[in-house]
């Protein structure tokens, strides 16, 4: 069988949007991955972004093949392998999130008002580093070969637009015990005084459920750790952190395959855990995160 080889592609399309027209700014395609019945594993592929002058990003479309279990592109802030190199996600350092998905044919569209009247817009510079993070389980009896492919539509360059970028947590201090159940892992950052327009999570599959606040208040909150869903605002009730503080907090059973083992986080959804609360806001001047690491959090970017 013939292996796909990586694609990057920088075009003008059509709109694809009845308010807000925005073109076929670059599209990603990563290569083609083998699946053993069975499988599972988590592969990163390094690019750079084809786009040649800063694309201001209205809407994300992805898909993914049969055996994609979820896939996070991100842009890194360090040294990264070569374009076209795929390994076992050692190779990046510093990644911030610029689009994230678990389903396998996905369409994220900003809000086209940002209560003032102008539509919001994710900023990628040309030629940025980055890398998908795809994480694959072949559950089937045969072998699939996989792959994803991200396609960035972007506003006309002399439209004016608010900029919108991802906000991202991670906690490094999973450490879940053998026949646990009903296991709480949470953390909380203070968030800056901005607006949100979605809000998810991220988890494996020892949660049972996942969480975002507001102090008292819940934001999010989803019982189902492979397809949490997300929340969405728009013009004018976006989302504001009244607290300062955002808390997010997973909910573990371990009972399963793993029972007899502590499991910490990682990347495996076998063999690790995650608890992440993913989601857009603005006005923003690049990407913010939170994480969780030997009982400190601290702010990244």
Not at 32 to 61: M, S
Not at 87 to 107: S, W
Not at 271 to 285: H, K, L, R, W
């Amino acid at each position: 069988m013939m292996r796909r080889t990586f694609v990057m592609v920088a075009l003008l399309g059509c709109s694809h949007s009845d308010e807000v027209p925005s073109t076929l700014a670059f599209q990603v395609v990563g290569p083609d991955i083998t699946l053993a019945p069975g499988q599972e594993t988590t592969r990163c592929f390094y690019f750079h972004t084809p786009n040649t002058e800063t694309a201001q990003v209205h809407k994300w479309i992805s898909d993914m093949a049969p055996g994609s279990h979820h896939m996070i592109m991100f842009s890194s802030l360090g040294t990264q392998p070569a374009d076209g190199t795929v390994d076992n996600c050692d190779g990046a350092n510093v990644p911030a999130p610029m689009f994230a998905t678990q389903i396998p044919h996905d369409e994220v569209e900003f809000p086209a008002d940002d209560g003032l009247g102008k539509p919001l817009a994710q900023t990628i510079a040309p030629a940025t580093a980055g890398f998908f993070q795809m994480h694959y389980i072949n559950t089937t009896d045969d072998t699939l070969v996989a792959h994803v492919e991200v396609s960035a539509y972007a506003l006309p360059a002399d439209l004016e637009f608010t900029r919108s970028e991802m906000f991202f947590t991670y906690n490094s201090d999973i450490a879940i015990p053998p026949h646990a159940s009903g296991f709480d892992v949470g953390a909380t950052c203070d968030v800056v005084d901005r607006k949100f327009w979605s809000m998810s999570t991220h988890a494996h599959k020892q949660a049972v459920t996942t969480t975002v606040k507001d102090g008292d208040q819940v934001v999010f909150s989803s019982a189902d750790w492979e397809h949490p869903g997300n929340q969405r605002w728009s013009a004018p009730d976006f989302y504001t952190f009244n607290s300062y503080q955002l808390s997010w907090q997973c909910t573990y059973n371990n009972t399963g395959d793993n029972a007899n083992n502590t499991i910490y986080d990682g990347q495996s959804a076998a063999t690790n855990e995650m608890c992440m609360a993913i989601g857009y806001f603005f006005p923003a001047t690049g990407p913010r995160g939170c994480l969780m690491s030997n009982s400190q959090c601290r702010c990244l970017l």
